[in-house]
């Protein structure tokens, strides 16, 4: 006797699966329970997941009556599901919570120290572990400012933000925290004009006098009572945009103009004695140091504390560099510097690190330019401001210009500069 069998269709089941992960994970994530601070929480959100499942559930019984397709699913079935459910996420979320814990422990994903500058008293009421749960997930690296307002603790203050700005650079911190007492405004401005070279985000968590007016409310909800002083120039989605753009753009350049930089580096070769390539030591984003690439137009390949900047019929440059300058075919081999990722396409331009020592003590928003990684163009540069900078003028001309890029900063704008780059090129100014 055949015994016959039929195979159950599966696939309402599926999509009612999916249907209910996706309604679950969009109710969760509108709670905020997907951010990193919340998912870096010890304890488990019980209340939360119940609710939020409870809530799908009726959302399904709902389009299930509305649609008319009970019948087409197994009671049993759907009462299993229901209640199953729950357990499971529960055991998902404690596993997704111990194994980023254990990530973070191993410093795979999202670790990152936290700088915190303020007085003793406002420092010692914080709790370490509500700082790294909403700000970060590395060590609190408190850095403390002298009680006292006198001429002498000014310059102890000042040594003090000097090494949590060195600290902060060292580290790549993304965020300062600041415990000030929100009435001393002379000392917020103080530390702000400090903090002011670093291209970091700082916040100013809530004083003493906050804290007692909301009932110690700011350990469970500190970010939302702290205010921020200071933003990035870019945000981390901007950064990783700009950066794909980057390495895109530049590995179609170099295969476009690898003709062209061949023949380069051919004529360089013979044209006169040296290498092909010039390499010099420049500032990029934060600070950081990075060697430069450039095919050698000059007879001196000068990278010391004295650096000489190029003027007109300069007699330091070779009859082969005056044509590359003029067109700046001598700054093709930064493509490679776009793709190591010391600088990008479109940005301040660097300058020589004698030359950045010099413009820092004659203009304060000097550094500001180090807060986007240099570029190989800038809104600078096909504004005109190119070449020497022989007055005081012509640097504060193009500090002005480069800051008003990183305020303005969007894809738009660099292919914008892009194109006007090219126009600036074809007019041969300021090149020599």
């Not at 559930?57 to 299993?80: E, N, V, W």
């Not at 007692?212 to 921020?228: D, H, Q, V």
């Not at 984003?285 to 137009?297: A, D, E, P, S, W």
């Not at 096909?382 to 020497?388: E, H, L, T």
Request: overall charge positive.
């Amino acid at each position: 006797m055949l015994v016959r069998h039929d195979t159950p269709n599966l696939l309402p089941y599926c999509a009612i699966g999916i249907l209910a992960g996706l309604l679950y994970v969009l109710r969760m994530g509108g709670r905020g329970h997907y951010r990193f601070p919340d998912a870096m929480e010890p304890r488990l959100e019980t209340s939360a997941i119940m609710s939020c499942w409870f809530v799908t559930a009726l959302l399904l019984a709902l389009l299930a009556f509305l649609l008319k397709i009970g019948p087409s699913y197994s009671r049993g079935a759907l009462i299993a599901f229901g209640l199953l459910a729950p357990l499971l996420l529960f055991a998902a979320r404690s596993l997704s919570k111990a194994s980023l814990a254990a990530a973070v422990s191993h410093r795979i994903v999202g670790w990152r120290p936290i700088v915190l500058i303020g007085l003793s008293g406002e420092v010692a009421a914080l709790r370490r572990q509500r700082l790294l749960t909403q700000f970060g997930t590395g060590d609190v690296k408190i850095f403390l400012l002298s009680d006292a307002d006198s001429p002498v603790a000014a310059l102890a203050d000042e040594s003090v933000l000097s090494s949590a700005s060195d600290f902060a650079r060292r580290q790549d911190c993304r965020e300062v925290l600041l415990a000030l007492p929100w009435t001393d405004t002379g000392r917020l401005d103080f530390v702000r004009s400090h903090l002011r070279a670093l291209p970091t985000g700082a916040w100013l968590l809530p004083d003493a006098n906050i804290r007692s007016l909301t009932r110690n409310a700011s350990s469970e909800c500190l970010r939302t009572l702290a205010i921020p002083v200071q933003s990035a120039p870019l945000t981390e989605a901007q950064c990783v945009i700009k950066r794909t753009a980057d390495i895109i753009l530049a590995t179609l350049a170099l295969l476009f103009f690898s003709p062209i930089m061949a023949i380069t580096a051919i004529a360089i070769k013979l044209d006169s004695p040296g290498p092909i390539i010039f390499r010099q030591d420049r500032k990029g984003f934060n600070k950081k140091r990075f060697t430069i690439l450039k095919f050698r137009t000059m007879t001196v390949q000068e990278n010391g504390p004295a650096v000489a900047q190029a003027t007109r019929d300069d007699p330091r440059v070779t009859e082969i560099g005056r044509i590359l300058r003029s067109m700046s075919v001598d700054e093709l081999p930064q493509l490679f510097n776009v793709l190591k990722g010391d600088m990008s396409l479109v940005g301040p331009r660097p300058h020589a690190l004698a030359h950045d020592d010099q413009f820092e003590k004659m203009l304060s928003d000097y550094s500001v330019r180090q807060h986007v990684k240099p570029g190989i163009t800038g809104w600078a540069q096909c504004n005109g401001a190119r070449g020497a900078t022989p007055s005081v003028d012509h640097i504060a001309e193009r500090v002005r210009l480069d800051l008003w890029y990183i305020n303005n900063w969007s894809l738009k704008l660099d292919a914008q500069i892009l194109v006007k780059t090219f126009s600036e090129v074809l007019k041969q100014r300021n090149a020599y």
